[in-house]
């Protein structure tokens, strides 16, 4: 091989199995995973902790460019891929919480909390041996990536999937309010005016519509080879 992949790019809509697909093509390839839509959370949940205006695009960008936020290796055994920390505060659960997701798609449209968010996750993506998870990593944030993947799946096939992920932490779910929320998500995610959710134009399209997790993984892993 003349040129090794080292910088994965894979985007794709909110529930598609990117998460999923990109912690084990990591694992398989001793590469770092790296989820950006953490950051969005992270900032979305500090807003929300701090009694923001999330309407007040200023602040709520002044906060993104203040908000160091650190992945560590997991510290527990609760199912967590990586601690999340925000100074010492340990939020890699809270940053999953309903009003997150409900307020997220709004924090990330901020031209002002993108650029910030983006000029970090570029610098640790240039490192290179990484898998980076989002929307807009081989459109905006790596387009320079050695392979991009989109996966993308139908609304229905990835709220059945939040609606397994609730049901087995025992929390509450009713699958007709996941599926208007995750079309509403979409909507706001692919029409933003910053990097809006789309495949780059040299992204590999794979549908988990299509495919079982094991066949995706299967494909994802001899694009890498
Ligand atoms: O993948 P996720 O559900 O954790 O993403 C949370 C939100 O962040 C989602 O509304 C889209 C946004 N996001 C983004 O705009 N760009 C990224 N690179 C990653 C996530």
């Not at 990117?18 to 950051?39: P, R």
Request: charged share 30%; net charge negative; proline share 3%.
């Amino acid at each position: 091989m003349t040129h090794s992949i080292s910088i994965i790019a894979l985007d794709g809509p909110a529930a598609s199995g990117k998460s999923t697909l990109g912690k084990k093509l990591a694992e398989q390839l001793n590469f770092l995973f790296f989820d950006t839509g953490i950051m969005y959370r992270a900032v979305t949940l500090i807003a929300l902790e701090s009694n923001l205006n999330l309407q007040d695009e200023a602040a709520v960008t002044q906060l993104a460019q203040n908000t160091q936020i650190e992945i560590r290796p997991p510290s527990k055994e609760d199912g967590r891929a990586f601690d999340i920390l925000v100074g010492e505060k340990d939020i890699t659960w809270e940053v999953r919480r309903a009003d997150v997701d409900a307020n997220v798609s709004v924090v990330s449209a901020y031209a002002g909390v993108r650029q910030a968010l983006t000029e970090q996750q570029r610098r640790i993506g240039l490192r290179g041996q990484v898998v980076m998870v989002g929307r807009d990593i081989g459109t905006v944030v790596l387009p320079e990536a050695d392979l991009k993947i989109y996966l993308d799946a139908s609304a229905e096939q990835r709220a059945q999937r939040r609606y397994d992920e609730l049901i087995a932490r025992n929390q509450p779910a009713d699958y007709a309010e996941i599926l208007k929320k995750v079309i509403e998500r979409d909507r706001i995610d692919s029409t933003r005016a910053v990097a809006p959710l789309r495949p780059a134009e040299d992204a590999v399209i794979l549908d988990s519509d299509q495919l079982d997790r094991e066949q995706v993984f299967e494909q994802a892993l001899k694009l890498c080879q």
